[in-house]
């Protein structure tokens, strides 16, 4: 079975620009989950999705947004980078929310996108 | 509010040694679900256990274990006989019954030395 796969997996940007990343979830799975990982902040959650609807949002600035499509691909967009954007973004997927099947509680994790906005 | 607590930013162990990894975690919730994960330098995150708050038992999985504590609110990670190949960053993550949202520890790195 394929784990979960993100694109592109590096990418260079200069402030003020805007990018856009993916994330394609295990098969089967319904919820995507993205997460920011910085050096002086560490693994920040940025929102999820479920069945195409945003069900969390973590406490990040709206330059920050996503969409989930009806195939469960997920994208996340930044407009506007700045230097402190950069970071390496990790999707995660989930059989599930909350409440499902025991077996539903894992998310998996993709090998994330390295973005530097210099 | 949820708060998970690595305090060890960094441990350094020759191999063969055993090694434990702090996690203390504060919630309200009754119902929480507790992770672990490896992020080896590649980056990405490597699922390695979940416990949920109403299961105590501690857990064993070959070098791996893991013991629950609820009264001290940890859940702490022990590798026995290190590996070199088990040189990674180690998260620990809480998450409640209201979503998928995880909220991760500062990670421990561990560096096995041969």
């Known amino acids: 079975k394929a784990g979960v796969t993100q694109t592109p997996r590096y990418l260079i940007k200069t402030r003020g620009q805007q990018v856009t990343l993916s994330c394609s979830p295990i098969?089967?799975?319904?919820?995507v989950s993205w997460y920011q990982q910085t050096p002086g902040q560490g693994l920040q959650f940025l929102f999820e999705?479920?069945?195409?609807?945003?069900?969390n949002k973590g406490n990040f600035p709206g330059r920050f947004s996503g969409r989930q499509f009806s195939n469960s691909r997920s994208e996340m967009n930044v407009s506007t980078l700045e230097l402190g954007d950069s970071a390496l973004y990790l999707c995660?997927?989930?059989?599930?929310?909350?409440?499902?099947?025991?077996?539903?509680?894992?998310?998996?994790f993709g090998p994330g996108t390295r973005l530097t906005v210099t | 509010a949820q708060k998970v607590t690595q305090a060890q930013t960094e441990i350094s162990v020759v191999e063969k040694e055993d090694v434990t990894l702090d996690c203390v975690y504060e919630?309200?919730?009754?119902?929480?679900?507790l992770f672990w994960y490896k992020q080896p330098p590649s980056g990405e995150l490597v699922f390695l256990i979940r416990?949920?708050?109403?299961?105590?038992q501690n857990e064993i999985s070959g070098r791996y274990s893991w013991n629950f504590q609820k009264s001290t609110s940890s859940f702490n990670f022990t590798i026995t006989a290190s590996q070199v190949v088990d040189s990674a960053v180690y998260f620990c993550?809480?998450?409640?019954?209201?979503?998928?949202?995880?909220?991760f520890g500062g990670g421990t790195r561990l560096m096995v030395k041969p």
């Open positions: 993550a809480l998450r409640n019954n209201a979503g998928n949202m995880l909220t």
């Open positions: 416990r949920n708050s109403f299961d105590e």
């Open positions: 098969s089967g799975h319904r919820s």
């Open positions: 995660a997927s989930s059989r599930s929310l909350a409440g499902g099947p025991e077996a539903a509680h894992e998310q998996y």
């Open positions: 919630t309200r919730d009754t119902t929480y679900y």
């Open positions: 999705y479920f069945s195409e609807t945003q069900r």
